[in-house]
């Protein structure tokens, strides 16, 4: 039973820990399924970051003298499998594209409500250093998601993935 603040806290760096976890393990795929070559270097991109973040997890627990593992997240599972299946039940090419993006805006809002309300919790708790780090990804997440955003809309001169699908 959690009983404080901190408790909770701890109890939401599972939570990202785990989700974290599962995304890394998941992009190599969904990057290897986009056709769209920005979309898998940017996938492939958050791959890398994914792994930096996971790692910096890591670290504020073990500045903490506590262990990352004990929680699976059923969110980001359910995420993944609805991403993955909805992929297989898209043709190839663009729609398949705008379905990984769609997903991947999904995903990305998860975590941005994870790190945000980590974020609000360290700095309450008054962890300074937890809370500089999380919301350093809190950034990185925005960032992503409005990068994903971007593909699908495309630029000023160019098609995005979304109206490439709709064609």
């Known amino acids: 039973m959690t009983t404080n603040l901190e408790q909770l806290y701890y109890d939401q760096l599972r939570d ?18 986009a056709t769209d070559d920005k979309l898998r270097r940017t996938l492939n991109g958050q791959l890398g970051q994914g792994r930096e973040q996971r790692a910096t997890l890591q670290e504020l627990f073990l500045q903490h003298g506590l262990n990352a593992g004990g929680e699976q997240c059923e969110a980001m599972r359910g995420l993944i499998k609805e991403t993955k299946r909805r992929m297989d039940r898209a043709t190839p090419g663009s729609v398949r594209d705008a379905v990984l993006i769609a997903s991947m805006n999904r995903i990305e809002h998860y975590e941005i409500a994870a790190y945000g309300t980590a974020h609000a919790f360290a700095e309450c ?15 990185a997440e925005n ?15 160019k098609r995005g993935v979304n109206e490439a699908a709709a064609a």
């Open 16 to 33: 990202l820990f785990s989700a974290k976890s599962q995304l890394v393990a998941a992009l190599p795929e969904l990057a290897r399924r």
């Open 125 to 139: 708790l008054e962890f300074e250093d937890d809370a500089h780090a999380l919301l350093e990804s809190l950034t």
């Open 143 to 157: 960032e992503a998601d409005d990068t994903l955003t971007g593909i699908a809309m495309g630029g000023m001169f």
